[in-house]
């Protein structure tokens, strides 16, 4: 399947995830707590719908390939071509009305990111991106992501989806680098790494993170020529502690405020 064939394809993913989850947004629908640890971790019926319809697309066009999910878990994982899904990522945002949520699709090949796109379908935005370039599309039309720059902390945009979802220890290197920042802000889940490569953030700063949550964002930041590791500068493919930036230079500066 040549380049402009498998763009069409991951458009068509995202497009079927998106009827599947519209109907659901900003009505009454039900809402499952799937933590077992106290917390609160939902889930919707348009979560399971929309990753349902991704995982039925994938197998019918390539049956050989693995899926990685959020809700429905992981299947032919070691194999060569691996897709990983979030069907809705800030699902608490998606059942709070607001638009700060997206679904995130992301491809693998030999454990290394290819490809990835964060559809937000009650705007009709795309970010997309394979790691070399990255390409936003939406209602203003088209246009090539660049991050931009910043020197330095002091006058930088930071984001976080929420603090209260960091470890004791963890918040307390977080607030080293927030008082450090010129703005911090909360919320925005992968949209705010979409606005990174959309050289509007400088800087997000996340916990807790599984593989579906970070995969697809990786080649868009990277497309768009930010960075993304953990806290220790090693690779964000498995989630965890994870710093995005635009400026290697911030990056830099983050990690070394997060070590202490």
Same mark, same amino acid.
């Given at each position: 399947?040549?380049?402009?064939?498998?763009?069409?394809?991951?458009?068509?993913?995202?497009?079927?995830?998106?009827?599947? *989850?519209?109907?659901?947004?900003?009505?009454?629908? @039900?809402? =499952? !707590? %799937? /933590?077992?640890?106290?917390?609160?971790?939902?889930?919707?019926?348009?979560?399971?719908?929309?990753?349902?319809?991704?995982?039925?697309?994938?197998?019918?066009?390539?049956?050989?390939?693995?899926?990685?999910?959020? =809700?429905?878990?992981?299947?032919?994982?070691?194999?060569?071509?691996?897709?990983?899904?979030?069907?809705?990522?800030?699902?608490?945002?998606? *059942?709070?009305?607001?638009?700060?949520?997206?679904?995130?699709?992301?491809?693998? %090949?030999? @454990?290394?990111?290819? +490809?990835?796109?964060?559809?937000?379908?009650?705007? /009709?935005?795309?970010?997309?991106?394979?790691?070399?370039? &990255?390409?936003?599309?939406?209602?203003?039309?088209?246009?090539?992501? !660049?991050?931009?720059?910043? /020197?330095?902390?002091?006058? $930088?945009?930071?984001?976080?989806?929420?603090?209260?979802?960091?470890?004791?220890?963890?918040?307390? &290197?977080?607030?080293?680098?927030?008082?450090?920042?010129?703005?911090?802000?909360?919320?925005?889940?992968? +949209?705010? +790494?979409?606005?990174? $490569?959309?050289?509007? *953030?400088?800087?997000?700063?996340?916990? !807790?993170?599984?593989?579906?949550?970070?995969? $697809?964002?990786?080649?868009?930041?990277?497309?768009?020529?930010?960075?993304?590791?953990?806290?220790?500068?090693?690779?964000?493919?498995?989630?965890?502690? *994870?710093? &995005?930036?635009?400026?290697?230079?911030?990056?830099?500066?983050?990690?070394?405020?997060? &070590?202490?």
């Amino acid at each position: 399947m040549g380049a402009v064939d498998f763009a069409a394809f991951v458009d068509e993913l995202a497009t079927v995830a998106g009827e599947a *989850i519209r109907p659901f947004f900003r009505t009454t629908l @039900g809402i =499952e !707590n %799937k /933590s077992r640890t106290g917390t609160f971790d939902p889930v919707t019926a348009a979560d399971r719908a929309a990753e349902q319809a991704m995982r039925t697309l994938i197998r019918k066009t390539f049956p050989g390939h693995g899926i990685v999910g959020e =809700e429905f878990g992981d299947e032919g994982s070691d194999r060569s071509y691996v897709w990983v899904l979030d069907p809705i990522d800030g699902t608490k945002s998606f *059942i709070s009305g607001m638009p700060a949520w997206g679904t995130l699709i992301g491809l693998l %090949k030999d @454990g290394l990111p290819v +490809y990835g796109m964060m559809y937000q379908p009650f705007i /009709s935005e795309r970010f997309t991106g394979d790691g070399a370039s &990255a390409r936003y599309r939406g209602p203003v039309g088209e246009r090539r992501l !660049n991050v931009r720059a910043c /020197s330095a902390l002091g006058d $930088a945009v930071l984001f976080t989806t929420s603090p209260m979802l960091m470890s004791t220890t963890d918040r307390a &290197a977080f607030d080293k680098v927030e008082r450090a920042a010129r703005l911090s802000r909360y919320g925005g889940d992968c +949209y705010a +790494y979409c606005m990174v $490569a959309a050289g509007f *953030i400088d800087v997000v700063i996340e916990t !807790n993170l599984k593989p579906h949550d970070i995969v $697809a964002l990786v080649p868009i930041i990277e497309g768009a020529g930010g960075v993304v590791t953990d806290w220790s500068g090693e690779p964000a493919l498995k989630g965890g502690r *994870i710093v &995005a930036a635009g400026d290697r230079r911030v990056h830099a500066e983050t990690l070394k405020l997060l &070590a202490g």
